[in-house]
């Protein structure tokens, strides 16, 4: 019985490895290219072999630099505007009631149900009439009404979570709305929005069409990196270095809240 | 009685923002899209009603239209197909003895999130290439074929293209997925494992019998978010193939993309977007539907 389950622990293993292993070879066929120069890249993709051509990285990362830039900064914007306005619309949708409340939250959630092919081409047409085409915020704009349903959504039933006895200590206190929602509410849901602030990063970094459509002189990452393949589709060293340059800062953000992400989604805070 | 007015009007004050963002950016598109479709319109000065003859066109005269919703089936069955795995390696993943080894993989399946979507497209693109490409040198190098460039075009074959978009992200790992799985499983009751372990039930029994159906509602969300996201996701097929060569990759979000961005034919494309919006529609409320019936009856049970 013992060995029996042993040998069963290992296959379990093994299953587990291959398919990791799986996984994890496209990034190690694109580190292996990033430090070749044309013709180790034409004999050998496989693994990387010296001589290391390390000016890849300088290539890539002139290449790359303009869009991580642009990124961050749209990122940035999206995240603190969108979280500011969703926290506090949340807010006050799960501590008070007031005419209208009913009406307003189902307007809001129903966008949940609207999917982006309906809007692209009218968001592009408006895009244009405010004169936002090929500028940030034509990407920041549009961004944070979209983020912020989810994260009103999202946001709420964690607020109606916290104890009303903490808000109704605070109110005996004399705090108003804004300082109980800025004293006890936002403390108390720390990790959350740190999860809302991760989705928010992936999505900017990871989205395509929008910024094809309405962002050519403001490139962020996803549409940069498939504008440069189109543009150098044989300087694969280089370009290969692109890539793993455009991947880091997620991966710094992840190194320091992949907890939270993980513990966020397992929660089942976060559905979908 | 002003006072409680003026609390009352701070609220609104503060929930202002929000809205204020949704209405212009996301309602009046909304309505924009839908009212547009019974137009001729090429988004600035040219602007005709003509009723439903945007639909009937897409519907009846478009050569392209039926050749796009096939293909979006078989990305669609595709789609459902390749959750499989991430099932599969959460009951393994789930059923590791040791924690610690769990915690590991767990964090190695997580990784690959970190890389952006698009570069893991592109690599794959790359991958798909016949002349310096991975899958032909490794088809080369294990003797299969004579040379990379005398293998398959993938990308560029005509009856390949399709087969090559919808299987392409081998192992096909949903890390989504695969942590909402987990979680799952992870809820289920020590009791109920022991019981089934005094039972003598196999493992294999103890799957089908007392994970899976701990697991259904996940796997009925992962489906139909698998479902909408066929239906309505076009990007990667955009990157790889841009719908080619010829129409045999081309799906309906992307004709529609197409439509808008390379003829303005505006009013044709959201016409399409409107097809699109209520396929997705009706989908969403049947899984409202299905998932409220469900729910009700676990509370009965219970």
Known sequence: MALRSTRAEVAKVVVLTVTAAAVLVPFWVMLSISFKDQRQFLRNIFYPAPPFHWENYAAGWEAVAPYVGNTILVAFLVTAISLTCSSLTAYVFSRYDFPGRRALFAALIVLLMIPGVLNLIPQYVLALKLGVVNTIWGLVLFYVAGRQVLEVYILRSFFQGIPRELFEAAQMDGAGHVRQYW??????????????????????????????????????????????????????????????????????????????FVEGVSSGAIKA | MTAKWLRTGYLYLLILPTFAFILLFAYYPSASAIYHAFFQWNGTNIKEFVGLDNFQRILFDDSDFPRAVLNMTFFLLGNILLQVPTLLLALVLYHLRRPRLQYFYRTLFVLPMVVPGMVGMLLWKFFYNPHVGLLNRFLARIGVIEAPWLGPTWLADTSLALPSVIFMGFPWLNTIALLIYLAALQR??????????????????????????????????????????????????????????????????????HRAFRYSHMGYASAIGVLMFLVILGLTVLNIRYFKTHDEESRQAA
């Open chain 2, 188 to 257: 289920i009751s020590a009791d109920l494992i022991d019981a089934a372990h005094i039972d003598g039930a196999p493992t294999l029994a103890r799957i089908w019998y007392v994970e899976l159906p701990m697991v259904l509602g996940q796997i009925k969300l992962i489906f139909i978010l698998s479902v909408i996201g066929a239906i309505q996701d076009y990007g990667r097929i955009l990157i790889m193939t841009d719908g080619g060569p010829g129409i045999s990759t081309l799906v309906p979000g992307l004709l529609m993309y």
């Open chain 1, 183 to 260: 004293s006890i509410a936002l403390p108390l849901s720390k990790s959350i929005i740190g999860v809302l602030v991760i989705m928010t990063v992936i999505f900017v970094w990871n989205d395509f069409i929008w910024p094809l459509v309405v962002a050519d002189d403001f490139k962020t990452v996803s549409y940069g990196l498939s504008f440069l393949t189109k543009q150098h589709s044989t300087a694969w060293g280089a370009l290969m270095a692109g890539y793993t340059l455009a991947s880091l800062p997620l991966l710094v953000l992840f190194a320091f809240a992949m907890r939270y």
